[in-house]
Each structure stands twice: as structure tokens, then as C-alpha cells.
């Protein structure tokens, strides 16, 4: 029988991220992450639920997160689901734990300014202005020396910075209406 276990989330960290090493050298970062989900009911009130993941990531990753992530930081964890099984300690019988084994974690905003999300902001201060928006359909010429940048018009954002909806060939703010 076939399987897939694949997780994304993207949410605010709770806390700020225990960085720990294992026995053998490897580092191994715990985050609490903040996930919300707003809808509106049936007689059009706005509703909101919060639900509260715990997030493992390991050597590297997990050295990054330490370094450049605190409480509140905005992220996009890409992983797959984990069950802790154990007995509890007082006789309680068996206890489990559903959490997330991160492969990914994608800073959405830079240390410096915490609560800025995505955005084309480059080190130094230097602000670039997104792309012009580009006709939809037919063939985009290619950029400068001849290279096809993908549509974009412009360099690609720095890493961590992803591209926004409204930079992308074809995007209509209509086609977000949720229902």
C-alpha cells in the first residue's frame, strides 16, 4: 500500500527556539509554532481557531533556526508528521505526541525587522521595487544577455524572501476570494 507523509505549514513561533545537541555532536533545535485559521459561519460571523504544532529540526537547520529565528518570527516549515509513543511516568498508561520532523524551514522575514513579511528589501538598505507587471499570455523576450528570468522581470528575491502574489505573470486579486 502506498504512502505519502508530507507537511507545510506556515505560522509564528511561540517560543524562542531551544537549540540542544545530541550525544554524538548533532544539533537538534525544539520550535512552537502558531498556526491560525480564520472562516466565517454560517450566520457571518468571523471565526478564528489557533492550533499549536511542535516543530524538530536537526543539524543545520537546526543550528539556523537558533541563530536567526525568535519568538514571533514568521516561518514556513516544510516536514513530515511524527508520533512519540511512551508510558507515562505516574502509571498513567500510554501517552503519544503528533508532531513535525522539519526537512525545511523558510524564514519569512529578516532579523532586523522581525514583523516585515516577504518584501524585496536587500541588505545595506537598498530598496528595490518589484517588477512591472507583465500582459498576460504570449512570449516574454528574454532579459538582459539574453537570459529568460522565468517571467518574473526582475532579479529573484534574496533567500528567505518569497515572491509575492501580485508579482507573478497572470495574478488577478479576484481569484482569492476564499469560497
Not at 22 to 33: F, I, R
Not at 56 to 76: F, I, M, R, S
Not at 96 to 121: H, I, N, P, T, W
Request: proline share 9%.
Amino acid at each position: 500500500m502506498a504512502s505519502f507523509n508530507k507537511v507545510i505549514l506556515i505560522g509564528n513561533l511561540t517560543r524562542d527556539p531551544d537549540l540542544r545537541t545530541t550525544q554524538n555532536g548533532t544539533a537538534v533545535c525544539e520550535l512552537g509554532l502558531a498556526v491560525n485559521r480564520r472562516w466565517r459561519d454560517q450566520a457571518g460571523r468571523d471565526q478564528e481557531e489557533t492550533t499549536f504544532v511542535d516543530v524538530t529540526a536537526w543539524n543545520k537547520t537546526a543550528e539556523n533556526c537558533a541563530q536567526y529565528l525568535q519568538k514571533g518570527a514568521p516561518v514556513l516549515v516544510e516536514g513530515r508528521l511524527h508520533l512519540e509513543q511512551w508510558e507515562d511516568r505516574n502509571g498513567g498508561g500510554k501517552r503519544s505526541k503528533l508532531s513535525v520532523v522539519a526537512e525545511m524551514v523558510q524564514f519569512l522575514a529578516s532579523r532586523s525587522d522581525g514583523q516585515q513579511q516577504g518584501g524585496y528589501q536587500q541588505q545595506g538598505g537598498y530598496q528595490q521595487q518589484p517588477p512591472p507587471r507583465q500582459p498576460q499570455g504570449g512570449y516574454r523576450q528574454p532579459g538582459p544577455g539574453g537570459r529568460n528570468d522565468g517571467g518574473f522581470g526582475g532579479p529573484p528575491p534574496m533567500p528567505g524572501q518569497p515572491y509575492q502574489p501580485e508579482d507573478c505573470p497572470g495574478y488577478n486579486p479576484e481569484d482569492d476570494i476564499p469560497f
